[in-house]
């Protein structure tokens, strides 16, 4: 949900799995490390979206809201 305005930006289905490949290692021991983030699929509104307008190299991800615009993350 966007701060700003209480806009859904993604929904449960729009959430990826990825996979992390680090490990530990101690000794004889390897233990894999737990990943702490989130991933989503690309949505048409966020920036470098294939026919999106605007300069895709910005790296500022702001809510779709023309009202709103509020910088997210």
């Known amino acids: 949900m966007c701060v700003g305005c209480n ?3 993604f929904t449960n289905k729009d959430m990826t799995e990825h996979n992390f490949e ?3 290692t101690s000794g004889r021991f ?4 737990a990943c702490n ?6 949505r048409e509104w966020m ?3 294939a026919g ?8 500022i991800i702001e809510c779709y809201r023309k ?4 910088k997210l993350g």
């Open 37 to 42: 983030s989130f991933f989503i699929k690309q």
């Open 52 to 59: 999106s307008e605007g300069d895709s190299t910005k790296g």
């Open 30 to 33: 390897t233990q894999k490390q």
């Open 22 to 24: 680090g490990a530990a």
């Open 7 to 9: 806009t859904p930006l």
């Open 47 to 49: 920036p470098g979206f």
């Open 67 to 70: 009202v709103c615009k509020r």
